[in-house]
């Protein structure tokens, strides 16, 4: 009877799991792109303190819960989500405001390629 009720368990905790760090990753992801989509628009309306606060803010949520996501997510991904947030705080105080947006860009990307790569879909599977 034990392993009847191991066996219940078993099948009630995986899809727990699943389901909640897929919750968890499409929350983290999405409050990274709405920070750094206000970042941009921050610096496209020439208010740099503003888009370096934004960014500040970006990098406290990154700093939180990258090794959280480290944990069901390849450290690859993770590795070049790290290059393009290091740019970013140097990039915003740069003349070259085309390269911040570039760099932006693809960080909201690769976050949400992070997300779209670990959801439970017959695309992942197969």
């Known amino acids: 009877m034990r392993k009847l009720y191991a066996a219940i368990a078993t099948l009630i905790i ?23 989509d206000k970042a941009e628009q921050s610096e ?4 740099v303190d503003s888009a370096k606060s934004e960014l500040q803010d ?3 949520i990154w700093n939180s819960h990258r090794h ?15 290059q393009s947030a290091a740019k970013l ?14 760099e932006c860009e693809v960080l909201k990307m690769q976050l949400n390629h992070i997300e779209d790569s670990e959801k439970f ?5 197969l």
Do not use: C, G
């Open 68 to 82: 959280m996501l480290a944990t069901f997510i390849r450290h690859s991904e993770i590795d070049i989500a790290n």
């Open 14 to 36: 995986i899809p727990a799991v699943i389901t909640l760090s897929s919750i968890y990753l499409n929350r983290v992801t999405n409050s990274m792109i709405s920070i750094l």
């Open 89 to 102: 705080p140097e990039l915003a105080v740069s003349d070259d405001r085309s390269q911040f947006y570039a």
């Open 58 to 60: 970006f990098m406290n």
């Open 121 to 125: 879909s017959i695309d992942n599977i």
């Open 44 to 47: 496209r309306s020439s208010d």
